[in-house]
């Protein structure tokens, strides 16, 4: 976990969800195991409420496991921009979550379905960390085949995935620990990042 950079503050709070984003890294080696039967029940939950609480109508999530999550896997490895992202064919993630948007054809229509669909997702990746579960956003995937193996609901194209895993209990030399030196480590201060703002003042 990352201690609190010290740029950000809300009335003078750090407050949790300031700490979650701080503590959420990107994870591409996931110890062995599977994410609990509550802990999915709980993520799927903080997802339908934050949808509700919104009004957000085109994000469609969803949360496969066994055969249906290995197929989806092997989909999203197909094809050369699969190859961007080998190690899921080792994964010990048991779940993946799929973030897909119900689009309609108008341009202006579609980018605001896919900001709330990036939206959801980004809430159920924060909503996985406090449950003690670690995730990678992958959108360096074969969209398509993914589409062809787990139709999502209404026919809603497909955005990113993640992996839904137990998180690693220390980082040894790997190709995560790599990228985690090379970016994560980089980020910039929460500050230049976060508004820190109430949904009803808007
Ligand atoms: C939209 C999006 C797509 C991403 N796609 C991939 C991907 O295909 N493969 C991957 O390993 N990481 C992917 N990432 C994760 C980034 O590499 C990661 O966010 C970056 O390394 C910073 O690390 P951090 O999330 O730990 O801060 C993606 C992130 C975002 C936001």
Redesign the pocket.
């Known amino acids: 976990m990352s201690k609190y950079d010290g740029t950000l503050q809300l009335r003078g709070e750090v407050t949790p969800l300031m700490k979650l984003l701080l503590q ?3 994870c ?1 080696r996931y110890a062995e195991g599977s994410a609990g039967e509550a802990q999915i029940e709980a993520l799927s939950a903080a997802i339908r409420r934050f949808q509700e609480r919104v009004g957000f109508a085109a994000p469609r999530l969803a949360i496969v496991e066994g055969e249906r999550m290995r197929e989806v896997a092997r989909a999203a490895m197909s094809g050369v921009i699969g190859k ?2 080998p ?1 899921l064919a080792f994964t010990h993630a048991r779940h993946l979550l799929l973030c897909g948007a119900l689009c309609p054809p108008d341009p202006a229509g579609r980018a605001r379905a896919i900001k709330q669909a ?1 939206m959801t997702m980004q809430v159920a990746v924060l909503a996985a960390t406090e449950l003690g579960l670690a995730t ?6 074969n969209h398509e085949r993914v589409e062809g193996a787990f139709p999502l609901e209404g026919g809603a194209e497909l955005i ?1 995935i993640s992996p839904l895993g137990l998180p690693p209990e220390k980082r040894g030399l790997s190709w995560d620990n790599l ?2 030196h ?3 480590k980089r ?1 910039k201060p929460l500050a230049e990042l976060v508004r820190a703002e109430r949904w009803e003042e808007r």
């Open positions: 959420r890294r990107s591409r961007i992202n190690w990036a990678c956003w992958m959108a360096g995937i990113a990228v985690f090379m970016t994560s980020r």
